[in-house]
């Protein structure tokens, strides 16, 4: 009994608050989260020392105040009473990326993003310019005021998905349901409170090396590996539940695994492939108005 005590106290100890800053749920699995991170840790130094040695030199890695209070209201670094509260930072990068870019100015879920920048670099001008990459050159027209490059490719993952799900897909259709209720906040956030923290810290590395292909990858391998959960589905609010349920567990926390199996469960996906079916969706959508 004592012991059983010692144990339940030492528990009751452990910090409730993740390393970025976010707080971890009740029923957190401490036990599963340690064994799984006493293993990556060495990866995790691995990866550290090759992007040092990437980043080193100029020749650049080649390719192998409104809404604030809503952000993150589970990390206590963006809480008024944090000293320093990245609330103000965040609002400064949003401003200034505002002015910058006014034919986006602010889009919803660019808060999400910019938000993680911050937590990653610590630097308002390291944020504002990673941000940049993100909505100017890896993702037009994500974020513009019509989203069309957004809508295009939940499009797209709907035809990547008839072709390599089938079963997935006519599921989808026999119910009329349209990708973007189930898959939105994948695209809009880029995975950010959909997938745990170092897991869509290591998309986004892909997703800035190798560009937003990635976020098909992420998408079909969750799709993938749950697909007989997804089929027991049998209303459009069950599915819309069952994509809730893919994105948690132990095969998105242990996410070194996770990254290896996105790049092989989807199959091929070209680049060739996914801009024919980019056009495609696209001039569907413009012929919708």
Same mark, same amino acid.
């Given at each position: 009994?004592?012991?059983?005590? !010692?144990?339940?106290?030492? @528990?009751?100890?452990?910090? !409730?608050?993740?390393?970025?800053?976010?707080? !971890?749920?009740?029923?957190? =699995?401490?036990?599963?989260?340690?064994?799984?991170?006493?293993?990556?840790?060495?990866?995790?130094?691995?990866?550290?020392?090759? +992007?040092?040695?990437?980043?080193?030199?100029?020749?650049?890695?080649?390719?192998?105040?409104? #809404?604030?209070?809503?952000?993150?209201?589970?990390?206590?670094?963006?809480?008024? *009473?944090?000293?320093?509260?990245?609330?103000?930072?965040?609002?400064?990068?949003?401003?200034?990326?505002?002015?910058?870019?006014?034919?986006?100015?602010?889009?919803?879920?660019?808060?999400?993003?910019?938000?993680?920048?911050?937590?990653?670099?610590?630097?308002?001008?390291?944020?504002?310019?990673?941000?940049?990459?993100? %909505? *100017? @050159?890896?993702? /037009? =027209?994500?974020?513009?005021?019509?989203?069309?490059? &957004?809508?295009?490719?939940?499009?797209?993952?709907?035809?990547?998905?008839?072709?390599?799900? /089938?079963?997935?897909?006519?599921?989808?259709?026999? #119910?009329?349901?349209?990708?973007?209720? %189930? %898959?939105?906040? +994948?695209?809009?956030?880029?995975?950010?409170?959909?997938? /745990?923290?170092?897991?869509?810290?290591?998309?986004?590395?892909? &997703?800035?090396?190798? *560009?937003?292909?990635?976020?098909?990858?992420?998408?079909?391998?969750?799709?993938?590996?749950?697909?007989?959960?997804?089929?027991?589905?049998?209303?459009?609010?069950? $599915?819309?539940?069952?994509?809730?349920?893919?994105?948690?567990?132990?095969?998105?926390?242990?996410? #070194?695994?996770?990254?290896?199996?996105?790049?092989?469960?989807?199959?091929?996906?070209?680049?060739?492939? $996914?801009?024919?079916?980019?056009?495609?969706?696209?001039?569907?959508? &413009?012929?919708? *108005?």
């Amino acid at each position: 009994m004592e012991s059983a005590g !010692r144990a339940q106290a030492a @528990r009751d100890r452990v910090p !409730r608050i993740d390393e970025y800053g976010f707080e !971890r749920p009740e029923d957190f =699995d401490y036990a599963a989260y340690e064994e799984f991170f006493s293993a990556y840790l060495a990866i995790l130094t691995r990866r550290a020392i090759k +992007w040092s040695r990437l980043l080193k030199g100029g020749g650049g890695i080649q390719k192998s105040m409104t #809404h604030m209070n809503r952000t993150f209201p589970d990390n206590v670094r963006f809480r008024k *009473g944090s000293d320093p509260c990245l609330q103000r930072t965040l609002y400064n990068v949003l401003l200034a990326y505002g002015h910058h870019n006014r034919g986006v100015g602010y889009c919803q879920g660019m808060n999400f993003i910019a938000g993680y920048l911050i937590l990653v670099t610590r630097s308002e001008e390291e944020s504002f310019w990673l941000l940049d990459a993100l %909505v *100017g @050159r890896i993702l /037009p =027209d994500y974020y513009s005021p019509s989203m069309l490059g &957004l809508k295009t490719d939940q499009e797209v993952l709907g035809e990547l998905v008839r072709t390599k799900l /089938p079963a997935v897909a006519a599921l989808m259709d026999s #119910h009329g349901l349209l990708w973007t209720l %189930v %898959v939105s906040r +994948w695209f809009i956030c880029l995975f950010v409170d959909v997938l /745990p923290v170092e897991t869509v810290l290591r998309v986004w590395d892909c &997703l800035f090396n190798e *560009g937003s292909k990635i976020i098909f990858r992420v998408a079909l391998t969750l799709i993938k590996q749950h697909q007989a959960l997804i089929l027991e589905a049998t209303s459009v609010p069950d $599915i819309c539940e069952k994509f809730k349920e893919i994105t948690g567990g132990s095969f998105v926390t242990e996410c #070194h695994t996770f990254m290896q199996k996105i790049f092989s469960a989807p199959g091929s996906l070209s680049r060739a492939s $996914i801009a024919r079916l980019r056009e495609r969706c696209r001039a569907r959508l &413009l012929a919708q *108005g």
